[in-house]
C-alpha cells in the first residue's frame, strides 16, 4: 500500500509527503485514500478510540505527488480555509517537462473550462463564458535526468491547471498522457510534485514553510 510520509506535526495540523497514485479523499474506486490513512495513524498514535478528525483543506490530484496539509481540529480548518480563499498561502510545484521551455520565465495566462465527461480541463487563449481566468509563473531550473525541470508558482487554483497551461504552452508535463505527453510513465504517476507549501499557522500566526522530497522514482534523479 502506498504510504505518505509526515513532514511536520503538531496539536493543530499534521502536513504529509503523498505518494504519486494514493487519493487524497474517497472516491468511486473505493481505494484507500489519504484522509483515512492519517486518521488511522492519528488514532493510533495517540490512542484515540474510532477515527481521528482529519480536516481536508486542499487537494492533489491523484497521479501527482507532494505537500498535502490537514487540520487537526475544526478551528484549525476554518481558519486554513480562510487562508487559502485569500491567497496568503505561498505553494510551489516542480514539473519535469521533456520540451525545453521557450523562455527561461515566463507568466502563463489561459482561461479554463471542465469537460465534466472526460474529466479534463478545457483551455483557451482568450476570455470565453464559463472559462475561468488560469495564471502561473514558471521558472526554468535545470537539465534533468528525463527533461527540464520547472519551478511553478500558482496566483490562482484551477482545475488540472498546471497540467493544462503547461500543455497549451506545448511543455506537457512528462507521463501526463491526458495533456498531451507522448507516453506514461511506468507506475502511471505524472512528473509533477507540490514541492513546497508557506502558511501562517492558524494558532501561533508564524510564517512556516513545508518543504517535500522529490519521489524516489528514476526521472527526478538529479532534480
Known sequence: MLEPTVLFEDNHLIAVNKPAGLAVQGDITGDV???????????????????????????????VSGVVLLARTSKALARMNEQFRDKTTQKNYRALVKQLPPKNSDTLIHYLGKDSKTHRALTYLKP?????????????????????????KLETGRFHQIRAQLAKSGMPILGDVKYGAGTP???????????????????????????????????????
Do not use: M
Not at 500566526?205 to 522530497?213: G, L, M, V
Open 128 to 152: 470565453k463564458a464559463g472559462a475561468k481566468e488560469a495564471v502561473l509563473q514558471y521558472e526554468l531550473l535545470k537539465h534533468a535526468h528525463e527533461g527540464y525541470l520547472l519551478d511553478i
Open 185 to 223: 510513465l511506468p507506475d502511471r504517476s505524472i512528473a509533477l510534485h507540490a514541492f513546497s507549501l508557506e502558511f501562517n499557522h492558524p494558532v501561533t500566526a508564524e510564517r512556516i514553510c513545508i518543504n517535500a522530497p522529490y519521489p524516489k522514482q528514476p526521472w527526478w534523479k538529479g532534480c
Open 33 to 63: 485514500h489519504l484522509l483515512d490513512i492519517v486518521s488511522d495513524y492519528l488514532a493510533t498514535k495517540y490512542h484515540k478510540p474510532g477515527k481521528a478528525f482529519v480536516g481536508l483543506i486542499h487537494r492533489l490530484d491523484r497521479p
